[in-house]
């Protein structure tokens, strides 16, 4: 981890925009439901390339819905692949993954309106629960045993044109799975209200080993964003693509390259509706 002040460095420099949007494509997440009554849907191809074990999501599916300001509730669903070190490959329904992320306090720019336009600082936590439906996929070495629990903490803040999405939490293991610390830092630039762009650090590292497993750890560094596709940017194009910055071996679980290519589709009441102030 010595080099990571350079990287930090990295992302302060690339990001010039008001605001830092984590979330698909991206690994780190943000402390932002979509709105009251607005759907999140997010159709994703993504894949992690390790040359001992690989796995895909084709597709996964990423349900979101804003209940109130402050709540999103997430159910996900992939359809998975994995690859192991025999090139032996399955295919099989993957973990569903249910959240509920609650933005807990939010800071308004002084003298504007208390709207989410107007944030410029806000944490919030996203508990989740990964379980295996059906159990026979983790049977067949497709998708990791469950259930799993994660816990984290999510921050975003802006200070005058630079603005940063962090994300700390702990993934809860079992007797075949080690817990793990999630942690990963999102910034970037939004050119218009129809392209963003941005740049990702993010680790995840075992904290205990299983058996005689090595102890894993994933330390990537990607660069993805959104494309609208049509006018009134309810439908985008997410793609992210990158890849370890650490040794690759065939055991440590670093991934050679990282990839997601999807659509998010927004839905909801119109914006002049939904944009309306947030009580306290």
Do not use: C
């Not at 990295?10 to 607005?38: E, K, M, W, Y």
């Not at 379980?131 to 629990?149: D, H, K």
């Amino acid at each position: 981890m010595r080099n990571l002040p350079r990287f930090l460095l990295l992302f302060v420099s690339a990001a010039v925009l008001a605001r830092a949007q984590g979330g698909p494509p991206f690994i780190t997440d943000d402390p932002a439901p979509p709105g009251n009554h607005h759907w999140e849907i997010n159709f994703g191809w993504i894949a992690n390339h390790n040359p001992g074990q690989s796995y895909y999501e084709i597709p996964d599916v990423d349900m979101n819905y804003g209940w109130g300001n402050r709540i999103q509730l997430k159910w996900e669903q992939p359809l998975a692949a994995g690859t192991n070190a025999d090139n032996s490959t399955g295919v099989g329904l993957g973990e569903s993954l249910l959240g509920i992320k609650f933005r807990a306090f939010q800071h308004y720019i002084p003298g504007k309106e208390k709207t989410d336009d107007n944030i410029n600082f806000s944490v919030g936590t996203y508990p989740q629960v990964s379980l295996n439906t059906p159990a026979g996929s983790a049977q067949r070495g497709i998708v990791e045993p469950g259930p799993q629990y994660y816990l984290p903490i999510e921050v975003t803040t802006q200070v005058g044109w630079l603005a940063l999405d962090g994300e700390v939490g702990r993934w809860i293991g079992n007797k075949n799975m080690p817990s793990q610390w999630g942690r990963g830092l999102i910034a970037g630039h939004a050119f218009n209200d129809r392209f963003e762009l941005y740049t990702e650090l993010y680790d995840l590292q075992a904290i205990n080993v299983i058996g005689d497993q090595p102890k894993q750890r994933s330390l990537t560094l990607d660069m993805g964003g959104r494309q609208s596709l049509d006018r009134t940017n309810h439908i985008r194009l997410l793609f992210m693509g990158g890849r370890a910055i650490q040794a690759v071996t065939r055991a440590n679980g670093e991934p050679s390259w990282i990839a997601y290519v999807g659509v998010q589709f927004l839905l909801g009441p119109k914006y002049e509706e939904a944009d309306t102030p947030i009580a306290k």
